[in-house]
């Protein structure tokens, strides 16, 4: 076979070149998408660029020499297989002879098993069939790739081909940040402000993983502007500006998406006349379908039947169609990028995926993993609990706060109130404060009878005894006193006294003893308790 080489990059200096917008920065070299440009690049080039898709697919690529080499542009290894290539970068139709040279580069190559021709144009019908008959008789079988079939598989691998032989020349970009940059915004705009202690924020929400995903998408602007006239005038109007963006290639795009890049500004990537020629197809995607749908589609939200008064004051009746031809469609193909930032606070990890724009600030379109909401990450004003890791909001049913003892941040769920009494405010603790506050407080040293709800329900009922069941014996004490003095009113025929201590009594028993039984529960949930972020 030779010697082999390195593989090089396909990408060219240069602002027109498509391959040049997707830089590889060494926190996604590996992952990026790439788009290459085949009216820019090479035949080498093209080789290295399918040796990038091959590899991308699980296989062992290995290039051949750069001259005399026999036919054998890739060899593939992977498992038992062993495919000698053949790459055509040219317009004119791949004849008979070529693959007449790689069935016979193929046969000579120890333990090949298959062969493959690929071509950035198409097979002459002799090709076609001379690769069916040679399937037929020989045990080591050969394909055929062409442009379509080619841009296919690598789409599926995240490598993009566009040519303007295939009318796919013209494209569009929005331009997109560098990898420090989104690095540098997210932590700013949506992770510093986010309250925590006492660990510090920036160190406590690390960002595990960046990625960029160039999104090769259809941009169809459509318009409608339509009177409807009578002898009256103007009695009906249909008028529409929309954008719609649609992914192709199997990529969706996000209802955020599409909402942010919809009021982008593309810029021309690519300047190049076509000669009038139609444009077929986008990034291999059909565009008829999705534009005949969108003609329709207005057209039928915008006809209607409407009624108008004639200049014989009768009323009339007309229908105001509005026809698909009416809808002027403008097609772009535009090439967007959105952002997955991978977060982990403790034991939770967190998912954020942004659109990016240079032109304006990027904008978190989905997130996943906060289970509380994402509006304290989105607007960069949570809390982070510094006993389970959540992100919370700084505002709703979950919201997140801080100990009014230490000051740890804590989230909805891992935080204790202490009991206050009546009309004064209740502190909200940490697991750690409120034990403390429990052994040096002794306020509810009690008897275990008031940890029950229906002792304590039924003890209540009796004045003064849960005072000083509570060891509160000079209230329990007063109240006794008060009552008996009250009884000895009602001898007198004064009632009223009896009646009012002894409501009060079982009020302020009744709120003692709902002290009682919340303290107790908290003290029973916190014997099992521990932080899950230690």
């Known amino acids: 076979m030779g010697s082999s080489r390195r593989l090089s990059n396909p990408a060219k200096e240069g602002p027109t070149s498509l391959a040049t917008i997707v830089q590889d920065s060494p926190e996604t070299k590996s992952r990026n998408e790439l788009v290459y440009d085949l009216d820019k690049i090479d035949g ?109 598989e690598a789409r599926e691998v995240g490598v993009y081909f566009v040519a303007s032989l295939h009318g796919t020349n013209i494209c569009f970009w929005v331009p997109w940040r560098a990898d420090s940059e989104i690095l540098g ?19 406590a929400i690390s960002i595990s993983k960046i990625q960029r995903q160039v999104v090769p998408a259809l941009l169809i602007d459509h318009s409608v502007d339509k009177q409807f006239q009578t002898q009256v005038g103007t009695i009906y109007s249909a008028c529409e500006r929309g954008r719609r963006i649609f992914g192709v290639g199997g990529t969706s795009i996000l209802p955020g998406e599409e909402q942010f890049w919809g009021q982008s500004k593309p810029m021309l990537l690519l300047d190049s006349e076509l000669d009038g020629k139609e444009v077929p197809t986008y990034f291999g995607e059909p565009t008829a379908p999705l534009i005949e749908n969108i003609k329709t589609g207005t057209a039928q939200r915008f006809s209607r039947r409407v ?31 959105r952002w997955r930032i991978d977060l982990q606070a403790g034991p939770r990890r967190y998912e954020t995926h942004l659109a990016d724009d240079v032109a304006r600030q990027p904008s978190i379109v989905a997130t996943t993993g906060f289970s509380a909401g994402s509006e304290g990450f989105v607007l960069g004003n949570g809390f982070l609990c510094n006993d389970c890791g959540l992100i919370a909001p700084e505002v709703s049913d979950k919201a997140g706060l801080t100990c009014e003892s230490c000051g740890r941040t804590l989230c909805h769920a891992h935080n204790w109130t202490w009991p206050a009494p009546f009309f004064k405010h209740s502190p909200r603790l940490c697991s750690t404060c409120y034990r403390s506050r429990h052994r040096s407080s002794g306020e509810f040293d009690i008897s275990p ?59 302020w028993s009744l709120h003692w003893t709902s002290r009682v039984r919340r303290h107790h529960q908290n003290i029973r949930r916190l014997a099992s308790y521990k932080p899950e972020w230690l």
């Open 44 to 152: 080498h080039q093209f080789e290295d660029a399918m040796a990038e898709v091959f590899q991308r697919m699980g296989y062992h690529a290995e290039r051949g020499k750069l001259s005399n080499d026999q036919g054998r542009d890739i060899i593939l290894h992977r498992a038992e297989r062993l495919v000698v290539v053949e790459c055509k970068h040219q317009k004119a139709a791949v004849g008979r002879p070529i693959v007449q040279k790689l069935h016979s580069a193929t046969i000579t190559y120890p333990a090949a098993t298959n062969g493959l021709v690929l071509t950035t144009g198409c097979f002459a019908p002799s090709a076609l069939e001379y690769v069916e008959e040679l399937n037929v008789k020989s045990h080591i079988k050969i394909d055929l790739w062409d442009y379509q079939r080619l841009i296919r």
């Open 185 to 203: 915004i997210v932590q700013a705009r949506h992770i510093s402000q986010i309250k925590s202690a006492p660990r510090p924020v920036l160190g």
């Open 307 to 337: 009624q108008y008064q004639g200049g014989n004051n009768q009323k009339y009746e007309k229908l105001c169609e509005v026809k698909p031809d009416d809808v002027h469609v403008q097609t772009k193909q535009v090439l967007y990028a």
């Open 449 to 507: 009878a008031l940890h029950n709800y229906s002792s304590s329900l039924l003890l209540a009922c009796i004045p003064g005894v849960p005072f000083v069941l509570g060891k509160r014996y000079a209230l329990g004490v007063l109240v006794l006193l008060l009552l008996l003095c009250s009884l000895v009113a009602s001898v007198y025929q004064h009632p009223e006294p009896v009646m009012l201590v002894i409501s009060s009594s079982v009020f």
